[in-house]
């Protein structure tokens, strides 16, 4: 079994900044692709950055520049350091890990989810 906690989000104003923390636990070999997605009210589930253990990135265009991802692959740790938040990125953040887990087998995890709102 494998689990995703995210912590971190929260009600923040217009400019202002959040950083979501994700911690993965559980039997894991190796975590390959980390991200995260987001989820606004009656859209789409959308890509919003992710990183693989190498340490490349990827973001969504409307965050490069104001997103961060990060991650500890010796703690199986993310983070996403938000900064310039925009009415527009109010959404349900979810974490996301491909982990091989200690049978060699490959599987995608998603955590519950944390709730964003930028709202003056």
């Known amino acids: 079994q494998v689990q995703l906690v995210e912590s971190g989000g929260g009600l923040v104003q217009p400019g202002g900044s959040l950083r979501l923390s994700c911690t993965v636990s559980?039997?894991?070999?190796?975590?390959?692709?980390m991200g995260w997605y987001r989820q606004a009210p009656g859209k789409q589930r959308e890509l919003a950055a992710t990183?693989?253990?190498?340490?490349?990135?990827n973001y969504l265009d409307s965050v490069k520049g104001r997103f961060t991802i990060s991650r500890d692959n010796a703690e199986n740790t993310m983070s996403l350091q938000m900064t310039g938040l925009r009415p527009e990125d109010t959404a349900v953040y979810y974490c996301?890990?491909?982990?091989?887990?200690?049978?060699?087998?490959?599987?995608?995890?998603w955590g519950q989810g944390t709730q964003v709102t930028v709202s003056s």
């Open positions: 996301y890990a491909r982990v091989t887990g200690a049978m060699y087998t490959q599987d995608d995890y």
């Open positions: 990183i693989t253990r190498g340490g490349s990135t």
């Open positions: 559980g039997s894991i070999y190796r975590i390959t692709v």
